[in-house]
């Protein structure tokens, strides 16, 4: 019972000293991450057998990208060396009105130049029960979105389950039709799909009706569900108390059921990579066969503890993260 | 006129980078720190005489933690040098409904490994007012507890007060009984009691009645001062807006009245330190005999201000202190 | 079309663990700041002609804080070299409650000691069209005040525009009669005012009517308009949600017309330079010749979005205010 | 083909301004250390399939030294998890005539409270090829010493080739001859031994005749591989110019003959972990198969190379080791 | 009289902690260099009136580019804003015997992919007295071999006097003859040329006969005046005392004459730039003309000096370097 | 038995990153120090009574000094406090042959501005055995000249013993006659003498013959004995090796008898306070009543002890100069 996640893991640089900008910055923090990556790491750090594929340049940073992923006991056996260089991106963290901002430099990137048959996919999916793949991967060249869509169907060959998160990002994509065009092939092969309303929005300009989020989240799921023919289905919600504070909650449909979790409210310290933890929380719940309310739960209390921590990995442990999930919100101190 | 403290000064060790985890560090900001010595630094701050009791290693870190003291204006000529080594915890700072976490390594520490009459109390108390004790330090060893009853017992035959902060840590103590049977015994000698209605509750199980904290709270005091013979008794009330938000005040009973404080709410920086800080400001007003109102009222300011200052020494000055009791809290620049 | 502004450039030291009090920190960030070069850097930052005029030592520090200048993009040719020393500011920076410190170490600065005609104001503000002047400068020194009130009258006399600030800080100044009796005087070339109107009633005692913070302002404005026969005038309003959330909104008055901006509501992480901000931005705007409707929504996006960044600088792009301006404000990543 | 490590990993805390002392000091670097893990964590540097064997607590501090041990590609699966603490050492960084100095904190730690058959040694060395150990894993406690000789004896048995570095640490042992006890056993099982004329000076007073420190070394080898009947010996040497400047080579004693390397004269930047950096690239060229003159000179460059490192761990690449060892030593930028 | 460099300034990214590599580095330092842009700094610390031209995309690491070259008083303003991304590089700075080394990520960099005639050299040369380019730019695209070649022939025919530095990289360049083919056609419009003997070695073949460096450099550089008719040249000689200490001259070729500077000793701080920074001093003083003599003497100070600070700019001001030059050279400090 | 010092501590200001200069530098370290307050913390370190007399503002800067003084166990009663601002130096730290650099921002400091009588020197200097005074403070202000010929006079009466340390800076005295007219009032009550050959010829023109330093300091210590009429006079002695390597001796007449220390070759990484911890070394010697030998021997490892420490203050321990003097300085590792 094992995990692997496909994608680009890319150099993260970020202004040392927090609230301050790119243009006046003097150290960068270093930290190696992705979307991905991310989902692979949150799986790790909770205690799973997970293995993360890429493809990364033979110097320095290839290897110390390498030596981040096992630091969360990611193997990285499958990682193919070479190509020109790692993708890079610098993150600007935002605070309160002031958006986060991200300068990717991630063309011509190791992975985003593969040739055919990199990848011996038989041999990788081999033993294993779920790979998590996302709607990034695609846009980075066409191989890229080839090979995505090549080993949903292998996967689904051998009994190996896809998880698919859409993470349509607009300024990658030309146009949306782009985006449509792989994401249909892709959900032939997708056991479960993960995304929230706006992306159906903005990938499919599917506007569902509803009073408030929570009513148009479950009719964008139920039109995706119908349209996609994809019967699990894990969205989540958030709603804007102010710029700094939001309302989070996740909906998990699975055998035509809607399961929804409690509203948490937290205090953002950093964005990046909620999603990714809300899909690993998940995965997880799924894949112990726990009940989907339980799952659900768990994925939206990893999913709000991770506006909590800064950095796009969320490693928090199994046990903090059923504390949130119980309701342990007041932040008291343990000792 | 003037203080002892009594007990453990640890080695704290916080990950630099704020919001970061302690599995992902990769450097720990250093200080030395304790409730009792916090109580200490804060009355050092504050301008009192006061010393500071314990027993550390002699090697550099026990150098390095009697300068920390010195920093702030405490005596260490009584502290003990000897012993295997200093006490240890690494703190994770929270953030929102993410809980700070206290990692403890302080077991063998000099202080919880010493002997019968290291301390040469007649002496150490000689021409003191005040001695402050905690319930942190008898849980050490059986060696320690019978040293803090023992040391309640020569000061109030010396004249000198005895005020007690419970400071229950639930982590620490095998079973409340425990925790009891050791309080009663110094509650024999105390003169001043600082706590809250949770403390009560867990120790003691008494579940006072009220409709909100600040009822429940003096209920619970009434029920303690009753039941300990202690007639001076001052508790911290806390109310949760949202997880970084609290609503604090503090309630005096002296002479068998109630005096509560106006309620300040504070976002949260560091929650650690600040019942200290409250402590430290109810001594150094009764010290300086205010009337009984003022004394809630600038410990409850110091309560609140603390909760802005990263670390567990609260450094505010008395003026600052003042500033916030009458009102000043805006947060507008001070030029 | 260019601007120039004039006043002391300081060292400005802040404790680098933010959230640090300066009676224990170890180690402070550097920066070169003040009123007068804030806004200009802020001009440059938005791509504008601008120069700005001091007079620095001939030391490191002096080198340094003109490099910081030229970063910026502001022209530094017309600064003078020589005198004692940089005037020196250490800030504390507060949050919720405990307010930000300032410790001006400033007297004896090389500006402070300026001798009549240093600077060449024919030659410097040939071909300008805006001239910004605080109220900070005339406290300097006897020579200062005579020196700012002179280039006022030079400006106007070339026909360069006069923008004044007043800036007026209580610990400055003996009493705010020999404020008044300055300010009159750069009032006769003035064209165009910034204050608020908590200003207003500290210098002039003027105590507008109203039922809230708005109307007392628009009020203000009124009175100080007939009061010196200023016919721009542009004030900020500051509304306390809580110590670290504030509402923020502008007024201009221009050809007897008050223009009102929207009201942002921030989560405060910096108040310094904030004025300043909304100076550049106002500046910003009627020099590019915008309706005065879309100045003051600019200066009031700029005033909002540099609470959000660390340190005095607003580096916030023409590009990234008006995404504010535009309601973008729910903090969401751009990517 | 495979190798074992089994011994201490502690928490190394060193003050992160470099030349600065333990007393003065507010921040430490946090690695993770021993110097059986720095012998793994090189050999999974140069690539080899290596695992590492010890007993870590429960909590964020062992997860971090586990997740640190993969970063190097080190495998933890047979790391048993338990007991009350990590092992934690201090570093004062000497430089010049100013010596480096190590508080241990290690007592207690949860390896040193191992009991019998916490490992399962007949599972973990299957298909090993080496297993390396040192002489500091004995003296923790008489378990420790017992569980060093016992899986000493079960590799043997198995086939699996031990590898000892004696690395005696005086201050760590009561006297020599409890250390010569201990390891007159493990020589019984011993195929390669590590360490230096000095070592053997301290245990086994063994004082060799020569005019210089090689020869003196080889004489103290020859007597060793009697005496001890070892057929395989690596010794390093050291040769001191200036209290910053060393010359280094090494000699292997393999089938009765000696090999020296040439001398390598380096500036000091860190001198801890260099003998397991000699120790790793002695394995590392033994493993391999190069011949016995190639081992030692391989051994050689990357104990020279391991001085101009900071931390205990070496982290230079078999490429990196190779060209110094090929004579590049001027310092050229490699671009 | 004023300067004009021309060629890529990149990124560069350091691990923030000295002497780690980058391979374990969680920090990186942020700086904005490259050969011309190093010249261009040198010059303008120097107090000259000096551009830099180049091309950089239009975000905020190109503005922040911009903004570092600024700071050193150099003019941007013929600096083309646009393209994909700026050219990267990490540094591992080495020490004693550990290489410094660098990682290229510079492809596809905007200036790398320039078109023809993005750049009005006519414009950009008009009263310009002297252009710096070098060896670099012609390997970055066909096109920047072409403008560079082209920029030459215009300077040439506008009177703007050429000076190149042929900063061989033997890792960029596929051949040596590649490198010829270009460079010859530099030459024909060169009027100083910059290098030292290896780099004649290494592109021309060219093993000048002689006893020591020094012979062998002035061999190299009359060979190289005949062959190219070149009648400026200056070369370094660097000598090892040992990987950490250098010996260090320069030789001037003018009017036929070999002026030779004294020998500078120093232990090496920092390699990158003092090329660079030799260049520089030279220019320098050929500009005030200064004698042979002294303008190769202080170009030889600024070399030497340059090895004692971090990083690639030379900050030291023209009265530093003459102090070095004078012989204060035993690092007495100066208050 | 116990000591004072009175002189000037002032605010130390270092660029964070080593090696860089201040004209670049974005972050200081913070320290508080000056020539006299080193000495009291390092007579404190090695476990003395002492106290430092000094005035200092009324803020919080003024505050964090005192702290300082405090952490190193110096007792800081007798400060007095008021006036305008603490003294400020700025420090760029060279290294090989580039020369650190001292900014002083010194001038209206507190302690230059004192008034007559603000020091109860004889309530100050009752039960002291040593009060130690330096040639900076005179120069602070003429009331600071008549302070210390004034407290060096009331020393001598109340049986006080005076150190001087001639501590000449050039570059704050106008003419070296200005210094000799104080001087010689202080050497009328001086019991030991501090300084070095140089400063004998700097300021009394002294130019000793001799055939090398040695000799030299001899005939220079013997002239300024019998013309200044001080029978304990210790001097240091610095040969340079090269920029970073000194050789450090010292010596000490004392009874009519030179005592010479041994002669230690150091690699030096901060001279600042050298000469400092030789005083304190000496007169810590001297008050144990150590023989003259030992004394200097003690003091000259003090010395060369200090060049390996960053900062102004040397916080060896008595056990590790100790060691030193026995000769361990082949620098390693202690455990
Ligand atoms: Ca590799
Ligand atoms: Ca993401
Ligand atoms: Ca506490
Ligand atoms: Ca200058
Ligand atoms: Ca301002
Ligand atoms: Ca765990
Ligand atoms: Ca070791
Ligand atoms: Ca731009
Ligand atoms: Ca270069
Ligand atoms: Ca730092
Ligand atoms: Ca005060
Ligand atoms: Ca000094
Ligand atoms: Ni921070
Ligand atoms: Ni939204
Ligand atoms: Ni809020
Ligand atoms: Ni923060
Ligand atoms: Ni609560
Ligand atoms: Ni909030
Ligand atoms: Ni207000
Ligand atoms: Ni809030
Ligand atoms: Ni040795
Ligand atoms: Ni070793
Ligand atoms: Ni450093
Ligand atoms: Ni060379
Ligand atoms: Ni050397
Ligand atoms: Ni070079
Ligand atoms: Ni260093
Ligand atoms: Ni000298
Ligand atoms: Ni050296
Ligand atoms: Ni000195």
């Not at 202004?15 to 910055?25: D, R, T, Y």
């Not at 009719?219 to 119908?226: D, F, K």
Request: charged letters at 25%.
């Amino acid at each position: 019972m094992s995990f692997i996640t496909f994608g680009e893991i890319m150099l993260r640089l970020t202004p040392e000293k927090h609230k301050m900008k790119i243009n006046s910055c003097k150290s960068f923090n270093v930290d190696y991450a992705g979307s991905e990556s991310n989902v692979a790491s949150s799986l790790g750090v909770l205690g799973n057998d997970v293995a993360f594929v890429t493809k990364l340049p033979e110097n320095q940073l290839g290897d110390a990208a390498i030596s981040s992923l096992r630091w969360y006991g990611i193997n990285t056996n499958a990682i193919v060396r070479g190509g020109n260089r790692i993708g890079t991106y610098f993150i600007e963290q935002g605070t309160s009105i002031r958006p986060s901002k991200v300068i990717y430099d991630r063309k011509n990137s190791s992975l985003s130049e593969i040739k055919d048959n990199e990848f011996n996919w038989e041999e990788i999916l081999k033993n294993r029960t779920w790979i998590f793949l996302s709607g990034i991967t695609p846009v980075l060249s066409s191989q890229c979105a080839k090979e995505t869509i090549k080993v949903a169907e292998i996967a689904r060959k051998m009994g190996v389950k896809v998880a698919f998160d859409m993470n349509y990002r607009r300024s990658l994509w030309k146009q949306p039709s782009d985006a449509r065009i792989i994401f249909d092939k892709i959900f032939n092969n997708t056991n479960l799909l993960f995304g929230n309303a706006n992306v159906l929005k903005d990938v499919y300009n599917i506007s569902p009706e509803g009073d408030n989020k929570h009513d148009q989240t479950l009719n964008a799921m139920e039109t995706a569900s119908q349209k996609f023919g994809i019967d699990k289905i894990a969205f989540t919600i958030r709603d804007h108390v102010s710029a700094s504070h939001n309302k989070l909650s996740g909906v998990f449909l699975s055998e035509s059921k809607y399961y929804t979790s409690n509203t948490i409210e937290v205090s953002i310290a950093d964005r990046f990579g909620t999603g990714d933890a809300f899909a690993a929380g998940l995965l997880h719940g799924v894949n112990k066969e726990w009940n989907d309310q339980k799952a659900v739960d768990f994925a939206t209390a990893a999913f709000a503890l991770k506006h909590t921590v800064l950095g796009d990995q969320h490693t928090s442990s199994e046990e903090e993260i059923f504390s949130i999930m119980e309701g342990n919100i007041s932040g008291h101190v343990l000792r």
